[in-house]
């Protein structure tokens, strides 16, 4: 995939109008709550978790369905002020134009070109949110086996999470998934240490919510199937999304530290439909570890097999050993 911000930071272009576009690129209610529009948006989507788990579920998917809209709506704006401000009619400046005045303009208009990039980046990748709560409730599941559960809405969501990576311009590397890192090769060592911290993590979160088993009986073949359908559907899609796309248009709008904290609340806020305060304190904790893991080796890979084996010893091996 070609990332859009190779194409924006490597070729500006400016002309005389360079000073209407950067009005163009950043809207005046943009520039003033730059900083507190992703946090009222992950209000939200607390509020929306509440409702579902407290309320009234019909109440928490309309609250799901207007913020899904609402973010929307903002990653268009943000494009398109992107969009607008990188198609300039010249390369040099005007005419009697004082070249420090055309310094500052291409200055002032390629910061303009990067905010609203990176602001469409974050509001298209928290998009998939409020996407994962709408696919669990919309989908009817009722007689269907509990192993599918997290098969059947993980399918459209797993395409979306690629979707939106491939609209934001991200490649591979970009949100953590290239086979080779860039930087150290993914020091296999250290993502094969980190996958087994999924083992006691599992069996923690068992002790707090002890669910039914997803399957009924231990047999090899529907072990290995339903272990599958939690790596790969629970595994792989919710860390690509939330360590990976999330984390990474975070990192460039809000900061790295900061993202850690947005993104971590972002996640332990879709398990509040668990109705248990202690597992939404456990599960901010795990995604706090695993996004400084991320952030320190910059790969998913384990953190893939780890948030994979949790869910297999909290889903599978738990209830079945300590039920």
């Known amino acids: 995939m070609e990332r859009m911000l190779s194409i924006d930071e490597q070729n500006y272009h400016y002309s005389s109008s360079s000073q209407i576009n950067i009005r163009k690129a950043v809207p005046r209610f943009l520039q003033i709550y730059a900083g507190i529009i992703p946090w009222v948006f992950l209000l939200g989507i607390i509020a929306a978790e ?22 929307l709506a903002m990653a268009v704006i943000c ?30 208009s390629a910061n303009a070109r990067m905010w609203a990039l990176y602001s469409y980046r974050l509001y298209l990748g928290l998009t998939l949110a409020p996407l994962i709560r709408i696919l669990s409730l919309s989908i009817p599941l009722g007689n269907i086996d509990p192993q599918y559960f997290f098969l059947i809405p993980g399918i459209p969501l ?6 939106a990576a491939r609209l934001a311009g991200y490649r591979m590397s970009d949100i953590y998934l290239a086979v080779r890192n860039r930087k150290n090769g993914h ?73 850690i904290i947005y993104v971590s609340l972002l996640f332990a806020a879709l398990h509040i439909t668990h109705l248990s305060a202690l597992d939404v304190l456990f599960v901010f904790g795990v995604a706090l570890l695993f996004s400084v893991i991320v952030h320190r080796t910059e790969s998913l890979y384990g953190v893939v097999i780890a948030h994979g084996l949790t869910n297999i010893n909290l889903f599978i091996l738990g209830p079945h050993l300590f039920g």
């Open 50 to 71: 509440l409702a579902v788990g407290f309320w009234s579920v019909s109440i928490g998917m309309a609250l799901h369905v207007i913020l899904l809209i609402a973010l």
């Open 79 to 108: 494009w398109y002020y992107w969009d607008e401000s990188s198609v300039e009619n010249s390369h040099s400046r005007a005419v009697g134009q004082p070249v420090v005045s055309a310094t500052d303009q291409k200055e002032q």
């Open 158 to 163: 797993l395409a979306a999470a690629f979707t």
């Open 187 to 259: 020091n296999w060592k250290v993502q094969f240490a980190v996958l087994f911290l999924g083992i006691p993590l599992g069996f923690m979160e068992y002790a707090i919510l002890r669910p039914d088993p997803i399957i009924p009986v231990l047999t090899v073949g529907s072990v290995v199937t339903a272990s599958f359908i939690l790596i790969i559907f629970t595994g792989l899609t919710e860390e690509m999304i939330f360590r990976g796309i999330l984390k990474r248009s975070a990192d460039d709008f809000l900061g790295e530290r900061v993202s």
